[in-house]
């Protein structure tokens, strides 16, 4: 394989797949997303500016005139649909989400520019809740029709080297004339296994390695040197509660009784809010809601605070110097709806390694005719 492989990268997001697919050597050859601001810092990161656009309106054949490619030329074609309606938190009410069906605009830009490779990401709902079975089924009938070979596997994002437990279903296809879909080995594990303790993988990133060395802050402060380090502001209630909350891992439920705030006091569920990240271990999902500790377990190990769009990001695996453009709200969104950048770029070597063996191979008969 000579050169940089080719990528189409669909839903693209704040660039966290195409960071992965540049790592590992790929070229970006085009993109779209629909958020203005997530096309900004899309451009900014990663130098190709996406057509911001809603793909269910744009024809694959008109997207392939604006970005100048042909059907057949492409190595990889990848496509994060958005995962609100078929993920457990939305329950029944994700099944009238009007961007499921954006998973059906995937299959029709496969089957228009016939990628060598594809990589399809999304939650583990959609093959687990009935409404995502329906479009997952679809999903896959469609390719098979194509002529893909497909491997599908759930992946949780540390063992890829993301300092974050992020479950993920991912679905690797091949076109027949490139063999079986590759797909990456796990680098990382638990420290405690064999595989870590013999040293055939590196212990998962944790929350220590990601965000360790940035600057303390209390709610409401911001690094002078970074905005994007900038610790939400705290209503007095809610920061006395978080004050009480045992440092490193500690559980909202370790707070005496009598000083849970009311929404806590006749509900069972969702015991990971306000409570702290653990300083040794990766931490939890990373959502939009990642700044707001009322949203899941994004209480910052020891200070007294939320954590920061900076340290959210780090926790992605986004580089460090990373710029996000928006709205904070927008920015959050950005960080929590990426694909983390470690987790493409494992597949990308994959798939690149599997290109490289084929050039190879089709060197190797072009000698012998001679």
């Not at 958005?82 to 954006?102: K, M």
């Not at 705030?261 to 990642?290: E, F």
């Not at 900076?310 to 927008?330: N, T």
């Amino acid at each position: 394989m000579n050169g940089a492989g080719t990528v189409i990268d669909l839903f693209a997001g704040a660039g966290g797949s195409a960071l992965g697919f540049i790592r590992a050597s790929f070229r970006i050859a085009g993109a779209a997303e629909i958020d203005p601001d997530a096309c900004r810092t899309y451009e900014g990161l990663i130098g190709v500016r996406p057509l911001c656009v809603d793909l269910s309106e744009l024809p694959p054949e008109m997207a392939a005139g604006l970005w100048n490619v042909k059907p057949g030329e492409i190595d990889v074609l990848v496509g994060c649909p958005p995962c609100q309606g078929f993920t457990r938190l939305r329950n029944d009410a994700g099944a009238s989400d009007p961007r499921n069906g954006l998973v059906m605009v995937f299959l029709e830009y496969v089957s228009y520019f016939r990628p060598r490779f594809l990589v399809f990401e999304n939650v583990p709902g959609l093959i687990r809740l009935p409404h995502g079975k329906a479009f997952y089924l679809k999903l896959t009938k469609g390719l098979l029709r194509l002529g893909y070979r497909l491997r599908k596997k759930e992946v949780d994002a540390a063992d890829y080297g993301v300092p974050q437990h992020r479950r993920r279903l991912i679905v690797i296809g091949a076109r027949k004339d490139m063999g079986q879909p590759p797909f990456p080995r796990a680098t990382h594990g638990d420290p405690r296994s064999p595989k870590v303790r013999s040293g055939r993988q590196l212990p998962w990133l944790t929350v220590r390695d990601a965000i360790g060395h940035l600057p303390p802050l209390r709610a409401g402060d911001q690094d002078p040197n970074d905005p994007l380090h900038r610790a939400p502001k705290m209503g007095e209630r809610v920061l006395r509660f978080i004050v009480q909350v045992p440092k490193d891992g500690g559980s909202r439920t370790q707070v005496p009784e009598e000083e849970w705030l009311p929404c806590h006091r006749n509900h069972n569920g969702h015991k990971d809010t306000y409570s702290r990240l653990a300083w040794d271990r990766p931490s939890g999902v990373i959502t939009s809601g990642c700044c707001n500790v009322s949203k899941g377990r994004f209480a910052h190990p020891e200070q007294d605070r939320a954590i920061t769009p900076r340290e959210a990001a780090l926790l992605q695996g986004f580089p460090p110097d990373a710029v996000f453009y928006g709205s904070l709200d927008s920015i959050r969104r950005q960080i929590g709806n990426a694909v983390p950048p470690p987790l493409a770029e494992a597949i990308a070597r994959a798939i690149r390694e599997r290109l490289e063996r084929r050039s190879l191979i089709e060197f190797s008969k072009r000698a012998k005719a001679f």
